[in-house]
């Protein structure tokens, strides 16, 4: 009998809940709702994938703190896909963003101490993190330039590069400076929608090259580290030497003694 997993339902819930709470506030166009629920449902279908693979009967402490984290992402999106048809509430979209990137830092810390570090929590952490970054890039692309979208679409862009080039599925090493360049980008992101368009621009071009220090160091790494074919052993012309008859049937010194 399958198990029930009650922490991807109740994060769907909560998340349609947050929707509806800012259809009745802000008010949100059928676009937006479909936007944040279709995320709602990917990504508490692909957490519950992930519990059942792993086969955790629940989420950990930190996974709990990373589910809201999520939730609140998908608010950001319907956000971000209403304002593509009318002005949306800037203030309320950073202070959304804001509260799941500082969450951001409470997840990995509340892992540590309850001693719940799990591969499945470190990746549903990333993809959280990586869709934020996408929903935030393509609010700002408008005014800062369409170039912008090289900042959310950039770990979309390495992982389809993996399909293609195998190599570069590999696992990374940890490096903690991967995990502030992506924090970086989010905070950037978020300043972005508040900041006048030259401030913003400067900013947002140090934070592009920053993920492009950080992706072309880690595409490196994979590139030197990839499996290399065997070399095979190179035969002589006309075959590989016969051995010596007498040394092949007495085992001598080949003068036949």
């Known amino acids: 009998m399958r198990t029930v997993r009650t922490g991807p339902?109740?994060?769907?819930?909560?998340?349609?809940?947050?929707?509806?709470v800012l259809d009745t506030t802000v008010g949100l166009g059928v676009?937006?709702?479909c936007a944040g629920?279709?995320?709602?449902?990917?990504?508490?279908?692909?957490?519950?994938?992930?519990?059942?693979?792993?086969?955790a009967q629940g989420l950990g402490p930190a996974d709990r703190v990373t589910l809201t984290r999520s939730v609140l992402v998908g608010a950001v999106t319907a956000l971000v896909v209403d304002g593509f048809d009318r002005p949306v509430p800037v203030g309320l979209l950073v202070a959304l963003a804001a509260v799941a990137l500082?969450?951001?830092?409470?997840?990995?810390?509340?892992?540590?101490?309850?001693?719940?570090?799990?591969?499945?929590g470190a990746r549903f952490d990333m993809e959280v993190d990586a869709f934020l970054l996408l929903a935030l890039s393509v609010h700002v692309a408008p005014d800062a330039g369409a170039w912008v979208l090289a900042v959310g679409g950039m770990r979309y862009a390495f992982v389809a590069a993996g399909w293609v080039l195998p190599w570069m599925r590999a696992a990374l090493p940890p490096r903690r400076w991967r995990k502030v360049v992506a924090a970086t980008q989010g905070v950037v992101l978020?300043?972005?929608?508040?900041?006048?368009?030259?401030?913003?621009?400067?900013?947002?071009?140090?934070?592009?090259t920053l993920l492009v220090e950080s992706f072309g160091r880690d595409v490196r790494w994979l590139w030197r580290h990839r499996p290399r074919p065997a070399r095979?052993?190179?035969?002589?012309?006309?075959?590989?030497?016969?051995?010596?008859?007498?040394?092949?049937?007495h085992g001598g010194d080949g003068w036949g003694r």
Do not use: E, F, K, N
């Open 190 to 208: 978020t300043a972005a929608a508040l900041l006048p368009a030259p401030a913003a621009t400067v900013l947002l071009v140090a934070a592009l």
């Open 102 to 120: 500082l969450l951001d830092a409470v997840d990995g810390r509340v892992a540590r101490r309850t001693g719940t570090v799990s591969a499945l």
């Open 9 to 20: 339902i109740v994060g769907l819930i909560a998340q349609l809940a947050l929707l509806a």
């Open 232 to 249: 095979p052993t190179p035969v002589p012309l006309g075959g590989p030497p016969a051995r010596p008859p007498a040394l092949a049937a």
């Open 31 to 33: 676009a937006a709702w």
């Open 37 to 55: 629920a279709a995320y709602g449902v990917g990504s508490c279908g692909a957490l519950a994938r992930g519990l059942r693979r792993a086969g």
